[in-house]
């Protein structure tokens, strides 16, 4: 997971100097960005599904191979349509690593579902924090495509050795959902046929691209925004000019809540832990809005809002799986992670209303749409999601007529 991230996360770095080399624009840039969440998210489904079906193992050295491939392509492309092509097929590597990895931690950990798949989200949302410096320096030093060929080639090959690591539960090596605390579970293993049909199911999906799409926008376009609001190179700590050194705090915190907030959801429930974490990033996107022109404010509201948007990446798969069972967790939660390539597709036009450098409509609608998704967790999802348990409950233990 760590060796995916970068494929998202280090994209901003690129950007500035794309634009300077060819001329276009950002929002034009932007959709190799919404190619690359597009494939990553999309496709996990089917690699869901060969996961499930096949193991884990296949499915990661082949994801590997593709996440190499990708950023090779990007290192010798000169024209838009390469850019998308490369980063298409990184996405394609992506979605095969952190599908299989999430979906295999769901399975693994059933009693501790919300931390384990918070420590296997981190690793994506954290674990480009590390290589923030190096991949500024090689772009300084040695041109973009360098860095894209390099950390490319680097990342694939690691991936390839980690996947023979992997292995998937076999039946009766973890216990059965017992139902006992803030965490209810269903028993009933829906068939992904019957997630897709399932009303609730599209309704965690609405919630997931009204979250996801302010954080991917923010993601996509930090540096464009730190250059526009003026505080990009000013010295901070240590002299670290504040677009690094947000950088590198806020994937530390995308990383560090994934964990955090899973295993408050373990403790409070994860309805409650949505209500308390997407009210977070409304206040936080909302004071962005007010003072993201001091550098000081830029960098410490930057990491809340990552801070507050990364516990998507553990809250919703959990809490699928405790809807609709694990034994087809990975292509079921495949499912739903296919709302993150939904919310990408906002990116482009998020940027696109910010070509003058004017954020604010862009930070309005993320508030309204992270508090909607706020009410929404508390006041419908959560007594909507016991109902449906209760009742798949209450029939499994009437006698057969």
């Known amino acids: 997971m760590v060796m995916i991230a970068n494929l998202q996360y280090g994209w901003t770095f690129f950007v500035p100097e794309?634009?300077?080399?060819?001329?276009?624009?950002?929002?034009e840039i932007q959709w190799a960005f919404t190619l690359f969440v597009l494939f990553e998210t999309w496709l996990v489904p089917i690699e869901g599904w060969f996961v499930d079906k096949y193991g884990p193992k296949i499915v990661i050295l082949f994801g590997g191979v593709l996440c190499g491939i990708g950023w090779v392509i990007n290192s010798y492309a000169d024209t838009m349509f390469l850019f998308c092509v490369g980063q298409a097929v990184a996405g394609i590597g992506a979605g095969a690593v952190y599908g299989t990895c999430v979906g295999n931690a769901l399975k693994w950990f059933p009693d501790r579902r919300g931390l384990a798949?918070?420590?296997?989200?981190?690793?994506?949302?954290?674990?480009?924090?590390?290589?923030?410096?190096?991949?500024q320096a090689t772009i300084a030093n040695y041109g973009f495509q360098s860095a894209f060929f390099s950390f490319g080639i680097g990342q694939g090959i690691i991936i390839?050795?980690?996947?023979?690591?992997?292995?998937?539960?076999?039946?009766?090596?973890?216990?059965?959902?017992?139902?006992?605390?803030?965490?209810?579970?269903?028993?009933?293993?829906?068939?992904?046929?019957?997630?897709?049909?399932?009303?609730?199911f599209w309704l965690m999906y609405i919630m997931f691209v009204a979250v996801g799409a302010g954080g991917l926008v923010v993601t996509a376009n930090l540096a464009p925004m730190a250059k526009d609001f003026g505080v990009a190179d000013i010295p901070m700590w240590l002299g670290i000019p504040a677009l690094t050194l947000a950088a590198t705090l806020d994937r530390l915190l995308n990383g560090v809540t994934r964990p955090f907030c899973g295993w408050v959801s373990d403790k409070i429930?994860?309805?409650n832990t949505m209500f308390i974490a997407f009210g977070i990033e409304a206040i936080g996107i909302y004071l962005l809005y007010l003072y993201a022109g001091n550098?000081?404010?830029?960098?410490?509201?930057?990491?809340?809002?990552f801070f507050a948007w990364g516990e998507i990446y553990s809250l919703f798969p959990s809490t699928c799986t405790d809807t609709f069972g694990s034994k087809y967790a990975a292509t079921n939660a495949g499912l739903l992670y296919t709302a993150k390539g939904t919310a990408a597709?906002?990116?482009?036009?998020?940027?696109?209303?910010?070509?003058?450098?004017?954020?604010?409509?862009?930070?309005?609608?993320?508030?309204?749409l992270n508090a909607g998704a706020a009410l929404l967790a508390l006041f419908v999802l959560k007594p909507w999601r016991a109902g449906i348990i209760r009742k798949t409950e209450e029939s499994a233990l009437q006698p057969a007529q």
């Open 18 to 27: 794309i634009t300077k080399q060819f001329g276009w624009g950002r929002s």
């Open 160 to 200: 390839m050795i980690l996947a023979f690591f992997l292995f998937a539960p076999k039946p009766g090596q973890v216990p059965e959902p017992t139902n006992k605390g803030p965490i209810i579970q269903s028993r009933k293993q829906y068939l992904p046929s019957e997630v897709v049909k399932h009303p609730i």
């Open 345 to 368: 597709l906002l990116v482009p036009f998020g940027t696109a209303m910010a070509a003058d450098g004017n954020w604010n409509s862009v930070f309005i609608i993320g508030v309204v």
């Open 295 to 305: 550098p000081v404010m830029f960098v410490i509201l930057s990491g809340l809002v």
């Open 269 to 271: 429930g994860r309805e």
């Open 117 to 135: 798949a918070g420590i296997t989200a981190a690793g994506f949302g954290a674990g480009s924090a590390l290589t923030v410096w190096p991949i």
